[in-house]
């Protein structure tokens, strides 16, 4: 019997509460791992911080609340991410202009297909 492959874990920052739960179980339905949601900048932070997330789906704008910041530790510790947001590409900052960005709303199945490629290139 082949060794089991790991299940690829995903951070999920996210404030709209059925977004989150769409998210959440269209990634559980494709066999990845959820850590959270959480919904606001301070809440992702305090995660990364004890979490090793193989990849994110982040929010642009949590509750009024930029989270470039949760981007940024992102990059700092490696961990690639998708953006998904109703503000299009135009909206990332120019240190992020690389990211992934999924605009919303957005078919699940496309954001399963950017997450899984993330994680293989990882």
């Given at each position: 019997?082949?060794?089991?492959?790991?299940?690829?874990?995903?951070?999920?920052?996210?404030?709209?509460?059925?977004?989150?739960?769409?998210?959440?179980?269209?990634?559980?339905?494709?066999?990845?791992?959820?850590?959270?949601?959480?919904?606001?900048?301070?809440?992702?932070?305090?995660?990364?911080?004890?979490?090793?997330?193989?990849?994110?789906?982040l929010?642009?704008?949590?509750?009024?609340?930029?989270?470039?910041a949760?981007?940024?530790a992102?990059?700092?510790?490696?961990?690639?991410?998708?953006?998904?947001?109703?503000?299009?590409?135009?909206?990332?900052?120019?240190?992020?202009?690389?990211?992934?960005?999924?605009?919303?709303?957005?078919?699940?199945?496309?954001?399963?297909?950017?997450?899984?490629?993330?994680?293989?290139?990882?």
């Amino acid at each position: 019997m082949p060794p089991e492959t790991p299940t690829r874990r995903i951070l999920v920052v996210e404030d709209e509460a059925l977004v989150a739960m769409l998210v959440e179980d269209a990634l559980e339905d494709a066999g990845f791992g959820v850590i959270g949601p959480v919904r606001s900048v301070s809440q992702a932070l305090e995660v990364l911080e004890t979490e090793e997330p193989d990849a994110a789906v982040l929010d642009l704008n949590l509750a009024g609340e930029n989270s470039v910041a949760v981007a940024d530790a992102l990059v700092a510790r490696g961990i690639p991410f998708v953006v998904a947001t109703g503000y299009g590409a135009a909206g990332l900052p120019a240190a992020h202009r690389q990211a992934l960005v999924l605009p919303k709303p957005y078919d699940p199945a496309d954001l399963i297909a950017m997450l899984t490629r993330l994680c293989e290139a990882r």
